[in-house]
């Protein structure tokens, strides 16, 4: 069986349908049925594509860079849009194989690209422009092959929500003209997700996920060997079905598991088999954090009683 038949087979294994969504007759049904603001920045949205004529997305399988790479499609056909995925040490492969099984779904040709950001000591020292550096590698990557293919425009799924918090990783994209056409059309996180359920999109439900990079306390280096850490144990939760999961990686070999507080209990009935897995990855101490999983935050300074955004 080739690749993509066995993603789809391992995306079935976790949960997560892989489907086609709608056809074009049946979505422009639908762009009917939207309400009326909705439907206004859609045809916003589409008025920034049409002019763009062929376009490359940098694609990471979220709700957000798959809506616009649908949107994409739907305004341009698939033979005028690229798919750019970014597979790196950071990027979970679990994510890879959702990524690449969408991108056949929608029927959209995709290039992998083997970016290096850990090869930047700027990044590898994991300070608060981490971000900075990592998009701007990945950004540099998708504008190389996006030119090689004759295309003007290279495109990110950036939205409204984005713009009011501290994103070094958008002075990449504006440093490099990369667009955002979701945060130009006025769409929030909401506004995407009710897109990508008209749709029917199996990803509209799909909670937030960063990169492993961002699990690592401010300060520590980020490595190859602390990544993988990372994936092995937030894979080992996610196929407990603990849907939102983080492992947390402090000094000391330390690891704080976030989950959704409704959930606490049951990881909490399960912490010696837990335990046991994450200390044979590595981790000399495991924690839970009784606050539940929150949004992207992560200790600054290796310090247990400050957080930062990233």
């Not at 790196?88 to 099984?101: F, K, L, M, T, W």
């Not at 909670?207 to 306390?217: F, G, K, T």
């Not at 399960?270 to 929150?294: C, H, P």
Request: aromatic share 4%.
């Amino acid at each position: 069986m080739g690749t993509i038949g066995t993603e789809h087979q391992r995306l079935r294994r976790e949960g997560a349908a892989v489907r086609p969504g709608l056809n074009a007759g049946a979505r422009r049904e639908t762009m009917m049925e939207l309400a009326p603001p909705l439907a206004a920045k859609y045809a916003h949205l589409t008025q920034i594509l049409k002019p763009m004529q062929r376009v490359a997305v940098a694609f990471s399988g979220g709700v957000d860079s798959t809506t616009l790479l649908s949107a994409a499609c739907e305004t341009l056909g698939s033979s005028g849009v690229l798919a750019l995925l970014s597979v790196a040490p950071s990027v979970p492969r679990r994510e890879v194989a959702q990524a690449r099984a969408l991108a056949d779904s929608l029927h959209v040709r995709l290039v992998s690209l083997q970016t290096n950001e850990l090869k930047q000591p700027a990044y590898a020292a994991n300070d608060e422009n981490r971000c900075y550096f990592c998009k701007n590698t990945l950004f540099h990557d998708c504008l190389r092959v996006a030119q090689a293919q004759g295309i003007a425009h290279v495109l990110y799924g950036a939205i409204l929500d984005d713009l009011g918090d501290r994103r070094p990783g958008m002075r990449a994209a504006r440093e490099l003209g990369i667009r955002g056409p979701l945060a130009e059309a006025q769409f929030t996180k909401e506004d995407v997700r009710q897109l990508a359920r008209a749709w029917k999109l199996p990803v509209a439900e799909k909670p937030a996920s960063a990169c492993l990079a961002s699990r690592i306390a401010s300060g520590i280096r980020v490595t190859v060997d602390n990544l993988s850490q990372v994936e092995r144990a937030e894979d080992f939760l996610h196929d407990l079905g603990f849907r939102q999961v983080r492992v947390r990686h402090h000094a000391d070999d330390t690891a704080r598991i976030e989950v959704d507080p409704a959930e606490i209990p049951q990881v909490a009935a399960r912490a010696a088999e837990i335990t046991a897995f994450l200390e044979g990855v590595g981790y000399r101490y495991v924690s839970l954090d009784l606050r539940g999983y929150r949004s992207g935050v992560v200790p600054a300074n290796d310090n247990l009683a400050t957080a930062r955004q990233t």
